[in-house]
């Protein structure tokens, strides 16, 4: 008996597991076209690094426990009913904290935070008639967010980079009501990303908080695109939540297509078709036509506008829309230099992609992480292709099944906000991961949960180049997961974490696959402003003589199909310790933490002048 509770109690952990683990499946998406009401702006906060608002002297949970402890469990926002009572905490006397935005860039002394805070705020919520039902959205946060309502915990999300929801229906009062969301960003070894990266911790209510209102049975996701290999077949799949969704009639219409299509949801409240779409404009980079869509159910519209476009790799090509294309691109972080700090607004957006539009770029690579909705909504508008990541980056626990489920949960919360941008061409499932069985798996099953998930869309990875053994300057790539991506991508710091810019040209690379190649990352750093003889490192130079020696180099690679320097613009790290050059601040941006650019933007402009005369 005693081995079946055990059993049972195993379940119950492990499906808690799974509700924790699988947010994914509740996310609504298009979240910009909804009803939505603004949390953003001022909040107030407390700083708790012994997170004892939510763990008793015991190290007990207090949202747990039948009994919560008013005087300590901050979630509960409790205010002193009389002058005697004890109530250890006090939201309205405590400090205002923007969001959405990191706290280590709005308060000098959470520079280095790393830990858990409480972020509260009070807001009156008036329903929308004919909308009974009711989410909190969170663009993201990062890195673990607990999140209540009026004291009660509505959910728990794990992963920094991307969109989360819980209803709070039956739960929000006509009034004034408080919502209190515990966010922590303390790195760890089983985590995704682990304690190890290069780039800022940034923790907090990092993007948009909404609350959304619905009907009872709704539209919450659908996704309309081309059929794999088919211009002319736009494949619909709509997903209604509710009571009603079962045998409900959807509506989805396409007006300057002169496009309907209407179908009848089946017993998962889940619409299927295709549609003949014979005269389509097509979504192109560099020349993008996005259609208004309209999907309609029982009275209520939801409008989306979205690109049609074919992506696919014939031999060593990539083809959008049957046509080759070399990939002129740059790698981004969700950083905004001049500000300093994560990168949260549709402004943010227009800088970053506007200085790769500059730089003549027709594709990005969003590194290490989905970025926020504005920057796809934004590629798709400007016609820039996208390589969207998740943080499965160096060192992960290949072996442990929960952060398998974290990475994969991550993984399809991207896949799901994105799935109908144009724009984004390749879902990358790793950064520069060690070679090993364990990790070889862990990396198998997330390309099939990709492919499972978005049938049309290519799959990659920034591997890693080696030395051929016994060859100085032979480069190689092998790696057994390029046998399983669409697209093969390697990161090479030839010239720069190997050799120096005079012996780039000596190097040749041998690929022995028939694929298209990227190169996912290239690169050296320089201080802008500071100069010298080109063989200085840390000078301007120096930086532009690798970018001439390493154009030249790949440029003889018969399979190369696109290239995503290392990166547009110097961002934080922790790891860049060098005084008076470094600063905290990795410097490997082709433009500076002021908006300068540095010579090297201009070797790479001029090969992309090229590139684009050569593709035409
Ligand atoms: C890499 C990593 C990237 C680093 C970069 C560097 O290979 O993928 O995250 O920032 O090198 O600057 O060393």
Same mark, same amino acid.
């Given at each position: 008996?005693?081995?079946?509770?055990?059993?049972?109690?195993?379940?119950?952990?492990?499906?808690?597991?799974?509700?924790?683990?699988?947010?994914?499946?509740?996310?609504?998406?298009?979240?910009?076209?909804?009803?939505?009401?603004?949390?953003?702006?001022?909040?107030?906060?407390?700083?708790?690094?012994?997170?004892?608002?939510?763990?008793?002297?015991?190290?007990?949970?207090?949202?747990?426990?039948?009994?919560?402890?008013?005087?300590?469990?901050?979630?509960?926002?409790?205010?002193?009913?009389?002058?005697?009572?004890?109530?250890?905490?006090?939201?309205?006397?405590?400090?205002?904290?923007?969001?959405?935005?990191?706290?280590?860039?709005?308060?000098?002394?959470?520079?280095?935070?790393?830990?858990?805070?409480?972020?509260?705020?009070?807001?009156?919520?008036?329903?929308?008639?004919?909308?009974?039902?009711?989410?909190?959205?969170?663009?993201?946060?990062? @890195?673990?967010?607990?999140?209540?309502? !009026? /004291?009660?915990? *509505?959910?728990?999300? #794990? =992963?920094?980079? +991307?969109?989360?929801?819980?209803?709070?229906?039956?739960?929000?009062?006509?009034?004034?009501?408080?919502?209190?969301?515990?966010?922590?960003?303390?790195?760890?070894?089983?985590?995704?990303?682990?304690?190890?990266?290069?780039?800022?911790?940034?923790?907090?209510?990092?993007?948009?908080?909404?609350?959304?209102?619905?009907?009872?049975?709704?539209?919450?996701?659908?996704?309309?695109?081309?059929?794999?290999?088919?211009?002319?077949?736009?494949?619909?799949?709509?997903?209604?939540?509710?009571?009603?969704?079962?045998?409900?009639?959807?509506?989805?219409?396409?007006?300057?297509?002169?496009?309907?299509?209407?179908?009848?949801?089946?017993?998962?409240?889940?619409?299927?078709?295709?549609?003949?779409?014979?005269?389509?404009?097509?979504?192109?980079?560099?020349?993008?036509?996005? @259609?208004?869509?309209?999907?309609?159910? !029982? /009275?209520?519209? *939801?409008?989306?506008? #979205? =690109?049609?476009? +074919?992506?696919?790799?014939?031999?060593?090509?990539?083809?959008?829309?049957?046509?080759?294309?070399?990939?002129?691109?740059?790698?981004?972080?969700?950083?905004?230099?001049?500000?300093?700090?994560?990168?949260?607004?549709?402004?943010?957006?227009?800088?970053?992609?506007?200085?790769?539009?500059?730089?003549?770029?027709?594709?990005?690579?969003?590194?290490?992480?989905?970025?926020?909705?504005?920057?796809?909504?934004?590629?798709?508008?400007?016609?820039?292709?996208?390589?969207?990541?998740?943080?499965?980056?160096?060192?992960?626990?290949?072996?442990?099944?929960?952060?398998?489920?974290?990475?994969?949960?991550?993984?399809?919360?991207?896949?799901?906000?994105?799935?109908?941008?144009?724009?984004?061409?390749?879902?990358?499932?790793?950064?520069?991961?060690?070679?090993?069985?364990?990790?070889?798996?862990?990396?198998?099953?997330?390309?099939?949960?990709?492919?499972?998930?978005?049938?049309?869309?290519?799959?990659?990875?920034?591997?890693?180049?080696?030395?051929?053994?016994?060859?100085?300057?032979?480069?190689?790539?092998?790696?057994?997961?390029?046998?399983?991506?669409?697209?093969?991508?390697?990161?090479?710091?030839?010239?720069?974490?190997?050799?120096?810019?005079?012996?780039?040209?000596?190097?040749?690379?041998?690929?022995?696959?028939?694929?298209?190649?990227?190169?996912?990352?290239?690169?050296?750093?320089?201080?802008?402003?500071?100069?010298?003889?080109?063989?200085?490192?840390?000078?301007?130079?120096?930086?532009?003589?690798?970018?001439?020696?390493?154009?030249?180099?790949?440029?003889?690679?018969?399979?190369?199909?696109?290239?995503?320097?290392?990166?547009?613009?110097?961002?934080?790290?922790?790891?860049?310790?060098?005084?008076?050059?470094?600063?905290?601040?990795?410097?490997?941006?082709?433009?500076?933490?002021?908006?300068?650019?540095?010579?090297?933007?201009?070797?790479?402009?001029?090969?992309?002048?090229?590139?684009?005369?050569?593709?035409?």
């Amino acid at each position: 008996k005693a081995t079946t509770i055990l059993a049972g109690l195993c379940l119950l952990q492990s499906a808690m597991g799974l509700i924790y683990a699988q947010t994914w499946q509740n996310l609504i998406t298009n979240i910009e076209n909804r009803q939505v009401t603004t949390l953003n702006g001022m909040w107030k906060y407390i700083v708790d690094p012994y997170e004892s608002g939510y763990y008793d002297y015991r190290r007990q949970v207090r949202d747990q426990q039948s009994w919560q402890n008013t005087a300590e469990a901050l979630y509960l926002a409790h205010k002193p009913a009389h002058k005697g009572e004890r109530v250890e905490y006090d939201f309205d006397k405590s400090d205002n904290i923007i969001v959405p935005g990191d706290w280590n860039s709005q308060k000098e002394k959470l520079f280095y935070y790393e830990g858990t805070i409480w972020y509260y705020k009070k807001f009156v919520f008036t329903p929308t008639p004919g909308l009974p039902r009711q989410f909190f959205y969170f663009g993201a946060a990062n @890195y673990e967010s607990d999140v209540y309502l !009026n /004291g009660k915990k *509505l959910g728990k999300h #794990i =992963g920094g980079f +991307t969109p989360f929801n819980f209803e709070a229906t039956g739960l929000l009062k006509e009034g004034e009501n408080f919502i209190v969301v515990k966010v922590d960003n303390a790195r760890g070894l089983e985590k995704v990303p682990t304690v190890n990266t290069d780039w800022w911790n940034y923790g907090g209510l990092t993007r948009d908080v909404l609350l959304v209102e619905v009907p009872e049975t709704y539209i919450k996701d659908y996704y309309i695109q081309l059929a794999k290999g088919n211009s002319e077949l736009i494949e619909i799949h709509v997903e209604l939540d509710g009571p009603a969704k079962v045998g409900q009639v959807v509506t989805v219409n396409i007006p300057d297509a002169k496009l309907t299509f209407t179908g009848v949801s089946d017993e998962n409240g889940v619409v299927r078709g295709s549609i003949k779409a014979r005269k389509l404009q097509y979504w192109n980079p560099g020349k993008p036509f996005l @259609y208004d869509v309209n999907l309609s159910y !029982n /009275g209520h519209t *939801l409008k989306d506008r #979205i =690109g049609f476009r +074919t992506i696919a790799v014939k031999g060593r090509d990539i083809l959008v829309n049957g046509k080759p294309v070399f990939l002129r691109g740059i790698s981004i972080h969700e950083e905004n230099p001049l500000r300093g700090g994560r990168a949260y607004s549709a402004e943010d957006a227009r800088i970053l992609l506007g200085w790769a539009k500059e730089l003549g770029c027709n594709y990005v690579r969003l590194a290490h992480y989905p970025h926020n909705e504005n920057m796809v909504r934004l590629a798709d508008e400007l016609g820039i292709l996208v390589w969207s990541e998740v943080p499965v980056y160096w060192t992960i626990q290949w072996e442990n099944q929960e952060t398998y489920n974290n990475a994969e949960n991550q993984l399809l919360e991207m896949i799901t906000r994105d799935k109908n941008r144009a724009s984004v061409i390749i879902w990358s499932i790793a950064n520069e991961t060690p070679v090993s069985p364990a990790r070889t798996g862990f990396l198998k099953r997330m390309i099939s949960t990709t492919r499972e998930a978005d049938p049309v869309r290519l799959v990659s990875a920034a591997l890693e180049r080696h030395e051929k053994p016994g060859s100085r300057n032979v480069q190689i790539i092998e790696d057994p997961i390029q046998d399983y991506v669409d697209v093969i991508s390697f990161n090479q710091y030839l010239g720069w974490y190997s050799g120096t810019p005079a012996q780039i040209m000596d190097n040749e690379y041998e690929i022995n696959y028939d694929k298209p190649v990227i190169i996912s990352e290239l690169g050296g750093g320089a201080l802008q402003g500071f100069h010298g003889e080109r063989d200085e490192i840390w000078t301007e130079e120096y930086q532009e003589w690798l970018y001439e020696e390493t154009v030249r180099m790949i440029d003889r690679i018969p399979q190369l199909r696109g290239v995503t320097p290392w990166i547009l613009a110097d961002f934080r790290s922790p790891r860049r310790l060098l005084p008076d050059i470094q600063d905290g601040w990795n410097r490997k941006g082709l433009i500076s933490q002021t908006g300068n650019k540095k010579k090297a933007f201009y070797v790479l402009k001029k090969y992309y002048e090229q590139k684009a005369k050569e593709y035409g």
